[in-house]
């Protein structure tokens, strides 16, 4: 009974704590799906001001909501679970309960079969006593004795025989009482255990639902927020269109990469942000293709290709293609032709280079074309969104490099991979980046001609494609400093400044865009000694060091550590590299994960 009285009285202790958990703000639904149809940020919105708006003003919610949730769940994340495992414990306890509930019914049921026995026992004791009681009369001893001696024999025998009955009487009618009790008893325990089982089971089932929602909800947050800064790096790559970076080797386009290195500016100190490779750096790195076979002579394309692709080989069986769109050259495409045909007018790596490097973008572009047309079913465009297309043939080099790999393709589980390429991929191979996702045939790889990197040094000395003019490079320029994209100390620390605010307060980002264009946000943009006087004595006004560290396995900087005015911070690289290109000056900006600062 006190095991069941005290389980009681804790499981309402449960109970109250279980309805004293903290509630929370419930997400805003107008930043459920900002890219859907009519949405801000669908189609061609996603670089407007009013996608940056809205997805500043669904980040700054979304954090809150996530925040308030995790605020008021953290602090009893270990208590819950403690409560958990008590109830668990309790089950175990309720469960022992039971089991004596079973022993003492089994005791008691035995009790009574016992009883059952003896019944016969108590009937001839009853009769005997009554019987005992009217025969055995003082008197009628008196006049049956012969002597003394023997009246009082018959006495004491006849008072020994009722005390006798009597025992047998009382202690069976005892029995019984005590059986009715216990049976009482039980019973009452029964109905007590049942229900305590019942509430336990139910306050269990809501702490698991409390619990649950409170993860699922922050589930759906985080889920919201990875969709917004997903939004918020396609609104940075729609900014990076802006300095014209070339996605294949044959655009030759200088774009906005500038080796500043030795080039003077006009003040110092002097900070410049340089970026290895272009934005993609997905399956063939075309200027490592050309490195591979400039440095192995003999090797063979289908050795070029599995240094950048995970394939089998397969063949084609030469589809039409059709093409139609405008070409990065102007001309206007609608062709249909067969695809070894298609393959004779694609221009994307110069014909000059080597055979085998030659053969090896033919075949990702055979096999490309085949897996973004599902074999010819559908359309392709003829510009660098798609696979750079003319009227004119290219040249007979190109040509052979098509005669001499017909049909070859690469495939995975017996389907053409998409084999994405670019230019320059500055040391490395990633199984995705940039607006790819990639696949199964992709993958992760250091291209070196050692196949490792332990330093900005190997890299420059030892990577495949370190002859691009897009290998290293600091991207953007200012002419009233030379053309050439420095920034200076404050500046610097302006950016610094942007970041600590950002992560101080992240309803503030709306107001942390560069200074020198209009706020996409459309709201005002703060200037430099704003964003310190909102930052009070954490703001920097000058940064005298600033450096980088780097997984040179991944090909990823990792931090940023920056120092000055007497102290210090460091941020992951992927944070500095965002608040850069959102707040840096002109045009310049990091366009890649595996960036050095030099100064």
């Known amino acids: ?79 819950l679970n403690s409560l958990q495992t008590q109830i668990t414990g309790l089950k175990n306890t309720l469960s022992q309960i039971q089991a004596d509930l079973n022993t003492k019914k089994t005791q008691i049921d035995q009790g009574y079969s016992d009883i059952a026995k003896k019944e016969v026992v108590l009937n001839r004791a009853i009769a005997d006593y009554y019987i005992k009681s009217y025969y055995n009369s003082p008197l009628l001893a008196l006049l049956s004795a012969q002597s003394a001696s023997q009246l009082t024999q018959i006495l004491a025998y006849q008072r020994a025989a009722t005390n006798q009955d009597k025992e047998i009487i009382t202690n069976i009618a005892l029995s019984i009482q005590d059986l009715e009790i216990k049976k009482t008893n039980l019973e009452e325990e029964q109905v007590k255990l049942t229900a305590l089982k019942s ?44 300095l ?41 790195n075309q200027y490592g293709a050309k490195g591979r076979a400039e440095a ?48 004779q007018h694609i221009y994307e790596m110069p014909a000059s280079w080597p055979a085998p490097a030659l053969q090896a973008q033919v075949v990702a572009a055979r096999s490309y074309v085949l897996a973004y047309t599902n074999n010819g079913q559908n359309p392709i465009c003829p510009s660098d969104h798609c696979q750079e297309f003319k009227n004119e043939l290219n040249s007979q080099p190109w040509i052979d490099a098509v005669n001499a790999t017909t049909n070859q393709i690469m495939t995975y589980n017996g389907s053409p991979i998409s084999a994405w ?51 290293y490079c600091d991207w953007g320029s200012r002419s009233s400093y030379n053309g050439t994209a420095w920034l200076t100390s404050s500046e610097v620390a302006d950016i610094v400044n942007v970041i600590l605010l950002a992560q101080k307060d992240s309803s503030t980002v709306n107001h942390l865009y560069q200074t020198d264009k209009p706020n996409p946000a459309g709201t005002d943009t703060w200037s430099a000694d704003q964003v310190k006087q909102q930052l009070g004595s954490s703001a920097y006004n000058n940064i005298s060091d600033i450096s980088v560290s780097v997984d040179f396995g991944s090909g990823i900087t990792t931090s940023v550590n920056v120092s000055g005015d007497g102290k210090s ?13 959102l707040r840096a000056p002109s045009n310049i900006q990091i366009v890649g994960p595996l960036f050095n600062i030099e100064r």
């Open 1 to 79: 009974m006190k095991k069941i009285l005290f389980l009681t009285v804790f499981v309402f202790m449960l109970l109250g704590l279980v309805f004293s958990l903290p509630k929370t703000n419930a997400q805003d639904t107008s930043c459920d799906n900002l890219t859907g149809p009519g949405q801000p940020c669908s189609g061609n919105g996603i670089g407007g001001s009013a996608c940056s708006d809205k997805v500043a003003q669904c980040s700054t919610s979304i954090s809150q909501a996530l925040q308030e949730s995790i605020s008021a769940t953290s602090p009893l994340e270990s208590q």
């Open 199 to 242: 509430s336990l089971d139910q306050q269990s089932a809501q702490l698991d639902s409390i619990v649950s929602k409170a993860k699922a909800y922050q589930q759906t947050l985080s889920t919201q927020l990875s969709e917004l800064n997903s939004i918020q790096q396609s609104i940075l790559s729609a900014r990076l269109a802006g």
């Open 244 to 284: 014209n970076i070339p996605l294949t080797a044959y655009a030759g386009l200088g774009g906005g990469c500038s080796s500043d290195i030795g080039k003077d500016p006009g003040f110092s100190p002097k900070f410049g942000f340089f970026t290895y490779g272009v934005p993609n750096r997905v399956g063939l």
């Open 296 to 343: 192995n002579p003999g090797i063979s394309y289908w050795d070029i290709l599995k240094a950048y692709y995970n394939f089998s080989q397969g063949t084609s069986n030469n589809p039409n293609i059709h093409v139609v769109g405008t070409n990065n050259y102007g001309q206007n495409i609608d062709m249909n032709l067969p695809l070894e045909q298609y393959l």
């Open 421 to 471: 390429f670019s230019s320059t991929h500055g040391g490395y191979v990633h199984a995705s980046g940039g607006d790819i996702s990639g696949g199964p045939w992709t993958k992760n790889a250091v291209d070196t001609t050692s196949g490792s990197a332990g330093s900005f040094s190997d890299l420059q000395n030892n990577a495949y494609d370190k002859s691009s003019p897009w290998f």
């Open 569 to 581: 911070n460091s941020f992951s690289g992927s944070d500095f590299k965002n608040y850069f290109d």
